[in-house]
């Protein structure tokens, strides 16, 4: 039955992270044709650029800085800027990735997924996050730099309002923190769920129809991404597997 409720309820498997992945991925991320700009642009293709951006837009020196910066292509560039409020700020976010690991490559698959994270706090809103995936889900230092280079995602997420609460609850389903981190890393975005709503719903369908706990943790473990559709759709798709 798990496996009959999965496929009608996941349309595609997740990718699984079983180990901390590689960033053999990182050039599909990217256009894999702007490796040419990843050096000093010149001046003539910056402007072109920004000649094509609206009134108000930033600078042509912002472009360049996001290029020379985070590896960013003149186009990419052009439409992260817009995000840009203050290069200070934004060499401050820079600076925190770095000391946590964090490489050219690494920065370039999260500015051009996340360019609003050049304007946060990294004391205030990234370090909490970062250090509770670190010490609380007890992902490895290189684990979560690929984790948030290929899924930026998973910073987004409110500390005290979304991720401890749904944690602690996908913690008392899976059993341990070695599946709470086997999970995630299957569906690295899944803390960002309201697990406790989603996740309550269905575990009790599936036990009012004779699941065990045990069956009903290992499909939650195996196939998180059952999590992220509606409930009245996992009523209807177990109804027909009945």
């Not at 590896?71 to 925190?96: C, M, N, R, Y």
């Not at 946590?100 to 051009?112: D, V």
């Not at 309550?200 to 706990?213: D, T």
């Amino acid at each position: 039955m798990i496996k009959l409720l999965c496929k009608k309820v996941t349309q595609k498997r997740p990718i699984i992270y079983s180990t901390p992945p590689s960033l053999t991925t990182a050039k599909s991320i990217l256009n894999g044709n702007h490796s040419r700009f990843l050096g000093n642009p010149s001046p003539k293709s910056i402007t072109h650029l920004a000649k094509r951006s609206k009134k108000g837009d930033p600078s042509p020196t912002t472009v360049s800085y996001l290029i020379n910066s985070c590896g960013l292509s003149p186009e990419s560039a052009l439409k992260v800027s817009v995000h840009i409020k203050s290069t200070e700020k934004a060499d401050s976010v820079i600076a925190f990735f770095k000391k946590h690991g964090f490489s050219r490559t690494h920065l370039t698959s999260i500015i051009t997924q996340r360019p609003r994270l050049l304007s946060t706090d990294p004391e205030k809103i990234l370090k909490p996050k970062m250090e509770f995936f670190l010490h609380r889900v007890g992902f490895s230092a290189s684990h979560l730099v690929e984790l948030v280079s290929t899924r930026p995602g998973i910073l987004d997420g409110s500390l005290e309002r979304r991720l401890n609460p749904s944690f602690d609850f996908l913690k008392g389903v899976v059993g341990s923190i070695e599946n709470v981190i086997t999970t995630i890393s299957r569906s690295p975005l899944l803390l960002n769920y309201d697990i406790p709503k989603k996740l309550s719903s269905k575990a009790a369908l599936l036990q009012g129809h004779g699941m065990r706990e045990s069956d009903i943790s290992m499909y939650f473990m195996r196939y998180p991404h059952a999590l992220d559709g509606g409930h009245d759709r996992f009523v209807e798709v177990v109804s027909e597997l009945k």
